[in-house]
């Protein structure tokens, strides 16, 4: 009688093991699909913010064009075509063209932005956000921020301040993007100051400094040296 009863608690034992284990693998399974759930909400929020960043900078060019009276508006509207034109033709080795049209909505000029393209012949005329994905995005909000720096009636000295300015560009054009910095740097006379995660640009940089977080203390490093703070 007592056999029996040890083996049944033993029957019993095995069974709640059994349910144990099962329960703590579908815990990490759920665990583990919360957090890729989680690192996906994170990456897209942070996509959604930079593109209201850049919808804010696109904003802030309609007032600029909508300020001035319509000569200086006109040769606002020119140099900064060119510059974001040359610079999206530099970078992606395209006939692509930026095209700003300023049009008078309820007594007030107001401007939209265009990306033209030329496919064997064809024009196609899309906003800047239809144009071959994010990476256009990023260099028009580049250029537009450059062209806005010069063209400014008021003369801005001081470097250009840049945070993942490619972000969302293709390792395949970075390179023409670390040499349109670089030829800003020199055409302009200005210092440019980075912020990114991408190699590319990084080497292309005079001086540069990694950071990294280390049990909550900040490592800088260069080539040569290392600083705790």
């Known amino acids: ?7 049944k608690y033993q029957d019993q034992l ?7 284990e099962k329960s703590k693998n579908y815990y990490y399974q759920q665990k583990g699909k919360k957090e890729q759930l989680s690192e996906q909400r994170s990456k897209l929020e942070k996509m959604l913010q930079r593109c209201i960043d850049n919808i804010e900078l696109l904003d802030k060019v309609r007032i600029l064009l909508g300020r001035v009276s319509e000569f200086a508006r006109e040769q606002a509207r020119v140099q900064i075509e060119s510059l974001v034109t040359n610079c999206l033709q530099f970078i992606f080795d395209t006939n692509l063209e930026f095209r700003i049209e300023i049009n008078e909505v309820r007594g007030r000029p107001e401007a939209e932005f265009f990306v033209i393209s030329n496919y064997t012949g ?9 144009a071959r994905g994010g990476g256009v995005v990023d260099i028009i909000s580049l250029a537009i921020r450059i062209a806005m720096l010069e063209c400014s009636v008021d003369e801005i000295k001081g470097p250009v301040i840049l945070d993942e300015p490619a972000k969302h560009v293709s390792d395949e054009y970075i390179v023409q993007v670390s040499e349109f910095l670089k030829q800003v740097a020199l055409m302009f006379n200005r210092q440019v100051i980075m912020v990114t995660h991408n190699n590319h640009l990084k080497e292309m940089a005079d001086n540069w400094y990694k950071v990294e977080m280390v049990d909550g203390i900040s490592i800088v490093k260069t080539e040569d040296t290392e600083v705790h703070f």
């Open 14 to 20: 095995q069974s709640i093991k059994k349910k144990y």
């Open 1 to 7: 009688m007592l056999k029996d009863s040890i083996l």
């Open 122 to 130: 064809q024009v196609i005329k899309t906003k800047p956000q239809d």
